[in-house]
């Protein structure tokens, strides 16, 4: 099993910055994949950045170029940095990983509130 503890949500106007971090802990040697999902109210939960060992970091286009995903093995945490929000990317943030190279996760963290005010 792995337990994931989200922190770094929070309330931002357009065009402000928020860092998301995520402490693993438990069986992290397993996973093979990571990410960040994202869910806003009455919408499915999408996916904002993701990777797997070995390959680069993938994200849609409507984070590109202002989000950013990365990672510490040595503190088991994932971070996603995040700029230029704007209120379309108001939604509870998620960190994600999976023992497989494909299919969907297998653990989830808790989620964070991130909301951005126009």
Not at 17 to 43: E, I, M
Not at 59 to 77: C, H, I, L, M, Q
Not at 80 to 95: A, I, S, W
Request: proline letters at 3%; one cysteine or more; aromatic letters at 10%.
């Amino acid at each position: 099993q792995v337990q994931f503890v989200a922190s770094g949500g929070g309330l931002v106007q357009a065009g402000g910055s928020l860092r998301l971090t995520c402490v693993a802990s438990g069986n992290v040697d397993r996973l093979n994949a990571v990410g960040w999902y994202r869910q806003a109210q009455g919408k499915e939960r999408e996916v904002v950045a993701a990777w797997s060992r070995g390959t680069a970091r993938w994200y849609p286009d409507s984070v590109k170029g202002r989000f950013t995903a990365s990672g510490d093995d040595r503190r088991n945490e994932l971070y996603l940095q995040m700029n230029n929000l704007q209120p379309e990317d108001t939604g509870l943030y998620f960190c994600a990983a999976r023992e497989d190279l494909s299919g969907p996760p297998d653990y989830w963290g808790q989620g964070t509130q991130v909301t951005v005010s126009s």
